[in-house]
């Protein structure tokens, strides 16, 4: 068991720019989760998915993100033109289908908008 | 909508001094309560889940108790390594993601 993989660990980018995340999950998770944790705060839902569907979306997240999983392994999450208040932890989590299930989270990635 | 309260927000312990760490909630149908470790700058690290009232969960000098109401987090003995935010969060419904409280810092002094 390797854990929840994140690259890049650390992103500085400009304001207007676009940045993706990776997460690979563990390896039998079918269930992939991701999440945004600001200072001094407890992660926020921002999507999931089964497989390859994506099945939940936060009403707060904003058009500018996006997010895939293709082959039902990896996932991808992208913001695009990004804004000061972008600038986050963005934490990526897996666990196996079921309700009660142990998520198990990422180190996570952090992004810093100059 | 589901809420999660964590209290205190942050609490500072003698090394040996045993204290515990609150989170209320008000959901709709409790599916689970889970407490995660968090040291700075990394992920959450899972503790415990707890599924219904009266159970309870230990591990090392942690033990984790559930009401219809709220969870404790009971630290005894605490050592400095135990120092780190504990997050509590509730996944209720039939929803298969968490809500998270806002987390309670710990700092555990020698």
């Known amino acids: 068991d390797t854990g929840v993989s994140q690259d890049p660990r650390h992103k500085i980018t400009k304001r207007g720019q676009n940045v993706t995340f990776r997460c690979d999950p563990i390896?039998?998770?079918?269930?992939l989760y991701w999440y945004r944790q600001t200072l001094g705060q407890g992660p926020e839902f921002l999507t999931y998915f089964q497989n390859e569907a994506q099945l939940e979306k936060s009403r707060l997240l904003s058009d500018r993100f996006s997010a895939e999983r293709p082959k039902g392994s990896f996932s991808t999450l992208e913001i695009q033109r990004t804004e000061q208040g972008d600038s986050a932890m963005y934490l990526c989590?897996?666990?196996?289908?079921?309700?009660?299930?142990?998520?198990?989270f990422g180190e996570g990635s952090w992004l810093t908008v100059v | 909508e589901d809420q999660v309260t964590q209290s205190p927000e942050a609490l500072r312990l003698q090394e040996g001094e045993s204290s515990s760490l609150n989170c209320s909630y008000t959901v709709s149908g409790l599916r689970g309560l889970f407490w995660y470790r968090q040291d700075p700058g990394k992920g959450p690290e899972f503790l415990f889940t707890?599924?219904?009232a009266g159970e309870e969960k230990e591990k090392e000098r942690l033990k984790a108790t559930l009401t219809k109401k709220e969870s404790f987090l009971h630290i005894t003995a605490p050592k400095p390594e135990d120092s780190a935010t504990y997050l509590c969060?509730?996944?209720?419904?039939?929803?298969?993601?968490?809500?998270f409280g806002k987390g309670t810092m710990l700092l555990v002094s020698p």
């Open positions: 390896s039998e998770h079918n269930r």
């Open positions: 989590a897996s666990s196996l289908g079921g309700p009660g299930n142990t998520i198990y």
């Open positions: 707890l599924y219904s």
């Open positions: 969060a509730v996944q209720a419904g039939g929803y298969s993601t968490l809500t």
